[in-house]
C-alpha cells in the first residue's frame, strides 16, 4: 500500500456507502464522501459520528483510533470532482440499476487519476456489465460487502475479465488491512459465491416447506440450531474434512454416494410468487408479523447477536 496515500472516496452515502467509510476510517484511512443528493453526504457523517459514538461507548469500535480520531478523518462533497482529489481507491455504493452504476463510472474514469482503483458493491451485477462504459477496464473490480460490512467481513473481490492481477492483489491487501476478510473469484458469474449458495439454501429450504416435510419454523431452527453453528466458523469444505476420521477423502467414500443421492432428488427451481407461496408467507407472519415495529425488534436482535458473534471470532 502506498503509505503517502491514505484517501479512499466512498459514492453514494446510503447504507452501504456508510458502512464502506465507517470500516475505511477504522483503518486510518481520510475518506471522502459524495452523494450526488445534495446535502446527502454531510447528513450521513453525521450518522456516522452518532454511531461512531455509540460503538466507542460499547465498546464495539474497531481499529486502532478512538471515535473522535476516526470522526476527524471524513469529509463530504456533492461535487463529484473534488471528492474524487486525492484519492487512490473509489468505493461506488450507489443504488443498485445497471445504467446508474455505468454512468457514474463514466463520469468517475473522466475526474479520476488513471492508476485511481474503482471497485462497485453491486451485489447482483457482475462486472462486465458494471464497467461496460469505462475505458480502461484492467483497474475495475467489484469489492461485494455483506450488510453489515462493519459486524460480517467477508468481501467478494470479482475481477472483470480484463482486470490486472495488480488490481486484485491491491484491493485484496487494503480489504485485508482495514479488517474485513476478502476472497477472490477466479472469474465473474451471476450472483458470484454467497448468493450463489444462498440460492441453493433458499431453494430446498423452500422446497421442504412446500412440499409439506416441514414448517417454516423448523426449517429455520435446522439452520440457526444446527448447520449454522459450525458455519461462523468453519465452512462446508472444512466440516467435511473434520467429519470423517482421515479427512475429505473419507469422508467422500462413506457419505459421497448418499450425497448424489439427494442431490438427485432435489425438485425444479420454486415459484416464489404463486398461491403456495403466500402459504408459506402467511405462515412466516404468523411467526414474526410484517409490520415495522415487529420486523424492527428482530432486526435489533439479529445486530445484537452478530455483534457479539465478531466479537468472538475476534477473540479466537
Ligand atoms: N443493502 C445491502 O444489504 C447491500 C449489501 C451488499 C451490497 N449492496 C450494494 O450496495 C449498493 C448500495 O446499496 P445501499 O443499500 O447502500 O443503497 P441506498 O439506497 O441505501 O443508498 C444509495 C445512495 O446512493 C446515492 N446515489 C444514487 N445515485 C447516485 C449517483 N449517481 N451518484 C452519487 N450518489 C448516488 C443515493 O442518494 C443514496 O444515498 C448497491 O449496489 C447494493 O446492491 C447492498
Ligand atoms: C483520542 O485520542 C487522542 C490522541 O491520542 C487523544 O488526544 C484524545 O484525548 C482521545 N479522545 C478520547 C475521547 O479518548
Ligand atoms: C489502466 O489502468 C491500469 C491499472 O490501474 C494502469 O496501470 C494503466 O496505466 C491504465 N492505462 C491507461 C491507458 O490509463
Not at 482503483?117 to 484492467?138: A, R
Not at 476478510?181 to 450472483?191: F, S
Amino acid at each position: 500500500m502506498n503509505s503517502s496515500n491514505k484517501t479512499i472516496t466512498v459514492i453514494g452515502s446510503g447504507l452501504i456507502g456508510r458502512s464502506w467509510a465507517m470500516v475505511f476510517a477504522s483503518g486510518g484511512y481520510n475518506v471522502k464522501i459524495y452523494d450526488n443528493q445534495p446535502g446527502q453526504a454531510a447528513k450521513a457523517i453525521k450518522e456516522i459520528r452518532k454511531q461512531l459514538e455509540e460503538l466507542e461507548a460499547a465498546h464495539m469500535l474497531r481499529g486502532e483510533l478512538n471515535a473522535t480520531q476516526q470522526i476527524a478523518l471524513f469529509s463530504n462533497y456533492d461535487d463529484l470532482a473534488q471528492a474524487l482529489e486525492g484519492a487512490f481507491f473509489v468505493q461506488e455504493c450507489v443504488f443498485e440499476q445497471l445504467e446508474v452504476k455505468q454512468n457514474v463510472f463514466q463520469d468517475i474514469e473522466r475526474l479520476a487519476g488513471k492508476d485511481v482503483i474503482l471497485s462497485s458493491s453491486t451485489s447482483c451485477l457482475v462486472p462486465s456489465n458494471v464497467f461496460s462504459k469505462v475505458q480502461n477496464k484492467s483497474r475495475c473490480i467489484v469489492s461485494h460487502p455483506v450488510n453489515p460490512p462493519y459486524y460480517v467481513k467477508l468481501v467478494e473481490l470479482v475481477p472483470h475479465p480484463e482486470t490486472a492481477s495488480t488490481v486484485m492483489d491491491t484491493t485484496h491487501a487494503l480489504m485485508t488491512e482495514v479488517g474485513q476478510a476478502p476472497v477472490r473469484l477466479k472469474k465473474e458469474i451471476d450472483g458470484f459465491a454467497l448468493n450463489r449458495v444462498q440460492a441453493a439454501i433458499i431453494a430446498e429450504s423452500w422446497r421442504l416447506v412446500q412440499d409439506g416435510i416441514i414448517s417454516v419454523k423448523d426449517i429455520d431452527l435446522v439452520m440457526s440450531e444446527g448447520l449454522g453453528m459450525r458455519y461462523a466458523f468453519i465452512g462446508p469444505m472444512e466440516t467435511m474434512h473434520l467429519n470423517a476420521p482421515e479427512g475429505l477423502e473419507d469422508y467422500m467414500k462413506r457419505y459421497g454416494e448418499g450425497i448424489q443421492r439427494v442431490l438427485t432428488s432435489f425438485g425444479p427451481v420454486p415459484e416464489f410468487s404463486n398461491e403456495g407461496a403466500k402459504t408459506i408467507v402467511n405462515e412466516m407472519c404468523e411467526l414474526i408479523p410484517s409490520d415495522q415495529e415487529h420486523l424492527s425488534a428482530r432486526k435489533e436482535r439479529r445486530d445484537q447477536l452478530l455483534m457479539k458473534l465478531a466479537k468472538l471470532k475476534k477473540d479466537h
